[in-house]
């Protein structure tokens, strides 16, 4: 009888690394967890040139932190607050680790829910909110709906998911795309609040 091979699994880096900033080629572990999937340097580069490289004093949250990618590379920008919003225990074990090890007084993690953090935020309190959660958890409209409450009014929310969202999938919870590009599987979307 013929061996059938294993399914193919897609091979995760063992690292990623923050690309600007004051932590500029700093390695961030990558655990080997179901439905982790870091923001690719080429993604977050580009996110970044749109923002702009410096973001001192901005407010952020990472709310499906994972890697601490987005929020870590925030900071290392100037963000004056970052919080880093993780569920699973051995990513939050990792990301504490990392805060210490870059002695990041800017940047606090916490263990939880990504959609009850959000929702629990102060009103307009933040300036830019990171959005990537599982793509296969089905919580993209929910996080869109707890991020808008806590959205500055000046602010952005980065939403990145497999597909692209259409101006009227956005409108329904209160945002406009300012920014959108593909790489591989990701779309990244840029958005600001819908006055």
Same mark, same amino acid.
């Given at each position: 009888m013929p061996r059938?091979?294993?399914p193919a699994r897609r091979s995760l880096p063992h690292q990623v690394r923050i690309i600007g900033g004051a932590?500029?080629?700093?390695?961030?572990p990558v655990a080997d967890r179901p439905g982790l999937r870091p923001t690719p340097d080429r993604v977050r580069e580009t996110?970044?040139?749109? @923002?702009?490289?410096?973001?001192a004093g901005w407010r952020c949250? =990472?709310?499906?932190?994972?890697? #601490?990618?987005?929020?870590?590379e925030a900071a290392s920008r100037g963000a004056a607050d970052v919080l880093l919003v993780e569920a699973e225990g051995v990513l939050v074990d990792q990301l504490r680790a990392i805060v210490k090890k870059l002695d990041a007084d800017t940047v606090r993690v916490q263990r939880g829910n990504a959609l009850t953090v959000?929702?629990? @935020?102060a009103p307009a309190s933040m300036d830019l909110v990171?959005? =990537?959660?599982?793509?296969?958890? #089905?919580l993209f409209d929910k996080a869109l709906a707890a991020a808008r409450p806590a959205l500055a009014p000046e602010g952005f929310v980065y939403l990145e998911a497999p597909n692209a969202w259409s101006e009227e999938m956005l409108a329904r919870h209160g945002f406009e795309l300012h920014r959108h590009m593909r790489a591989g599987a990701v779309h990244g979307h840029l958005l600001r609040p819908v006055a």
């Open positions: 059938t091979a294993p932590w500029k080629r700093t390695p961030l996110l970044f040139n749109w @923002l702009g490289q410096d973001l949250v =990472d709310a499906f932190a994972g890697t #601490g990618a987005l929020g870590l959000l929702a629990g @935020l990171f959005l =990537d959660p599982p793509f296969d958890a #089905g």
